[in-house]
């Protein structure tokens, strides 16, 4: 396949946004049940009560908390979090106004793209030292945990040192807070919407390759876990060797194509290099069956080891999404572990009752989901209309943007789903690369089943008219773009934060639009991309996409003119 690079996350954002990238990053003492033990830093989102507290938790008054305010995370209590200043004051404010952060600098990774199916530039990396954890799969809609009594720190001590990480305490799995779970693993918070909230890492060296964590034996390259509105952990996934990250060969690709499309004279030596780099690429591709069916086999001994012999079952709500899985179970935690041929191994834990129903979750009736989509739609009073609680599905180093982009939408309208199963149904290629009417069309069963549909719409001009009915209602359109559209976008997002300078950003606006500055160029072609577009301005027309390359891409607005200048008029929904 011809891979060409896209445009990464690090290439679109400037400094000032690399720090918020990277500032996600949680490091607890693996203490999890002693408040004592949080080191995790809070920062104030939006101007919201602050309720002042005595030590023993009595309400000593009512203020508002000032935005940027920093404070040190001392325990959760339901919808709310206990915080303390410097001073040793405590206080309790809502969680979906804060954050939580501890600094990480960034690296910057090549990204590609493949111009045939949809493929998504490859997520920024970090620079993190690998850290052994485990992996969270689909979150399970009303699904109530099996409740356990706590059990002998020398258990979870024998069934930590199995796994490789403290992944464990004496308290039950799911009743733990997903917060802390999250921080004894170095997992970051990935997105928090009104409903759930989510936590991830990819696991890379300082010079941002893949560095896979030691777990169970296995080289584990993603750990993943999901909690609901309440931080209660609802499930967790591990994606161990798998043909979109392995060894980063998405990476080689992006090299060999900078190296095939150099502008000006070619430099020496650039033949021998790129059959270099192509000789190395195709011994990766050659040699990963071989070293996943290794780990396969080395996963299934451990996991034996530390539970005792499996049962075979199956996971997936239908025949398109339906695997074969060996299970284990432990103290109200099901292990599921999926391999398949060609494609991943991956460790799901779940609650042992999600595990009996074999993944089937409770569909939301069209009667609830319809204005709970409303509800996620904020009208602001510069003109935006934005859908703001898509959660995020970051793809990581590897061209995942549409079973990433998927996710994401499937968790927001309640059919369980996770990128890796998503990038298996699409047929998505060594590392990535598949287009989004493959997995629209597989997913027909799946979504008939939760009494949803994917629809192809037909848009001839993106613009607030042709939008408002999808966005208004709460639904996000699945768009196919050339990345190479976003060059002038960078440019305007460089001279200006739109969101702390409107009336600035308005003016690049206008000087975009003149004649001299107006005049476009013949687009380059940088391949296949899916986004999602998710708002439009009828004032200032724009519209507003998002990548799922992590947090700090949730929202990007572009002119109407740019955005039909990149289209690759390609238009998906999900509906009922």
Not at 276 to 284: G, R, S, T, V
Request: charged letters at 20%; one cysteine or more.
């Amino acid at each position: 396949m011809d891979f060409r690079p896209g445009y990464s996350k690090q290439a679109f954002i400037s400094g000032r946004w690399l720090f918020a990238i990277f500032s996600l990053c949680f490091c607890l003492n693996p203490v999890l049940n002693r408040a004592e033990a949080a080191s995790v830093t809070v920062v104030v989102t939006k101007q919201t009560p602050l309720t002042t507290l005595s030590p023993k938790g009595d309400v000593l008054g009512v203020g508002e908390a000032t935005v940027g305010a920093q404070f040190t995370f001392v325990r959760i209590e339901g919808n709310q979090i206990v915080l303390q200043n410097a001073q040793g004051i405590y206080y309790r404010i809502a969680k979906v106004s804060t954050d939580y952060i501890s600094g990480a600098s960034p690296t910057s990774p090549s990204a590609t793209t493949n111009n045939a199916p949809l493929v998504s530039p490859p997520a920024p990396v970090t620079n993190l030292a690998p850290v052994p954890s485990t992996s969270l799969s689909t979150p399970g809609q009303d699904i109530t945990a099996t409740s356990s009594a706590p059990i002998p720190d020398d258990a979870v001590a024998k069934i930590n040192a199995g796994l490789g990480t403290s992944f464990f305490t004496t308290q039950s799995f799911w009743k733990e807070s997903a917060l802390l779970i999250a921080s004894r693993l170095r997992l970051r918070l990935e997105d928090k919407t009104k409903w759930e909230s989510s936590y991830r890492r990819y696991f890379y060296d300082t010079e941002g390759n893949y560095a896979p964590a030691s777990i169970l034996g296995g080289g584990a390259y993603c750990v993943a876990l999901y909690s609901d509105a309440d931080d209660t952990p609802t499930s967790a996934l591990i994606a161990f060797a798998n043909d979109g990250d392995y060894q980063g060969a998405v990476r080689i690709l992006s090299a060999i194509y900078a190296l095939k499309h150099q502008t000006g004279t070619p430099l020496e030596g650039s033949d021998q290099k790129i059959a270099e780099l192509q000789a190395k690429f195709d011994a990766i591709r050659q040699s990963f069956e071989a070293a996943r069916q290794k780990e396969q086999v080395t996963l299934t001994k451990n996991l034996t080891a530390l539970f005792g012999d499996p049962r075979r079952t199956s996971f997936g709500s239908d025949a398109v999404t339906r695997e074969d899985a060996l299970r284990w179970d432990w103290n109200g935690v099901s292990f599921l572990l999926t391999c398949q041929e060609n494609k991943y191994n991956l460790l799901r834990v779940i609650p042992t009752q999600l595990a009996d129903n074999h993944g089937r979750t409770e569909r939301i009736p069209r009667d609830e989901l319809g204005p709970k989509l409303i509800d996620a739609v904020e009208h602001r009073v510069n003109g935006d209309v934005v859908i703001t609680q898509i959660p995020m599905a970051d793809q990581g180093l590897k061209g995942y943007c549409v079973p990433a982009t998927w996710e994401r939408v499937l968790r927001y309208t309640g059919v369980p789903g996770d990128m890796y199963t998503l990038s298996r149904i699409g047929g998505a290629g060594f590392s990535g690369g598949e287009g989004g009417s493959e997995v629209a069309a597989q997913l027909d069963n799946t979504l008939h089943n939760y009494g949803r549909k994917a629809q192809f719409i037909q848009i001839t001009k993106i613009d607030a008219f042709s939008l408002r009915r999808y966005i208004d209602a709460g639904i996000p359109i699945f768009w196919g773009v050339n990345p190479g559209g976003y060059v002038t976008v960078q440019q305007r997002y460089a001279l200006c934060d739109r969101d702390k300078d409107w009336e600035a950003w308005k003016k690049l606006l206008t000087q975009s639009r003149t004649p001299s500055t107006s005049k476009a160029t013949p687009l380059e072609n940088k391949g296949g991309h899916q986004v999602l577009i998710t708002g439009y301005n009828p004032d200032t027309k724009e519209i507003a996409w998002s990548d799922p390359w992590g947090r700090n891409t949730q929202e990007r607005w572009m002119t109407q003119e740019e955005a039909q200048r990149c289209s690759l008029n390609e238009f998906y929904i999900i509906s009922w």
